[in-house]
């Protein structure tokens, strides 16, 4: 495929954009979750720096999710609760 082809050229150029991803997320995670829709795909891609960037934005998003949820820790221990049943 002509994406296949593009990346094996430009392999220091994924690696760029797979850095760039990553910081901006770090750095701008509301627009990055705004657009993750165009992010999701690479998760398919034959590309290994750029399937790494697209699940360490989705951490990144994850993480400041977390730092900013309202503390509830009746909440949380009800989520605790649920993810030990799912263990099982």
Do not use: W
């Not at 829709?37 to 960037?53: I, K, Q, T």
Request: glycine residues 4%.
């Amino acid at each position: 495929s002509h994406y296949k082809r593009q990346q094996e050229r430009d392999a220091a150029g994924v690696r760029n954009v797979a850095a760039f991803l990553c910081d901006v997320s770090a750095a701008l995670p509301k627009l990055v979750a705004t657009n993750i829709s165009m992010l999701v795909p690479h998760l398919n891609g034959e590309s290994y720096p750029m399937r790494n960037a697209v699940v360490t934005v989705l951490g990144n998003l994850l993480a400041k999710a977390f730092v900013d949820a309202p503390e509830d820790h009746g909440a949380s221990n009800q989520l605790a609760a649920h993810l030990r049943t799912k263990q099982a």
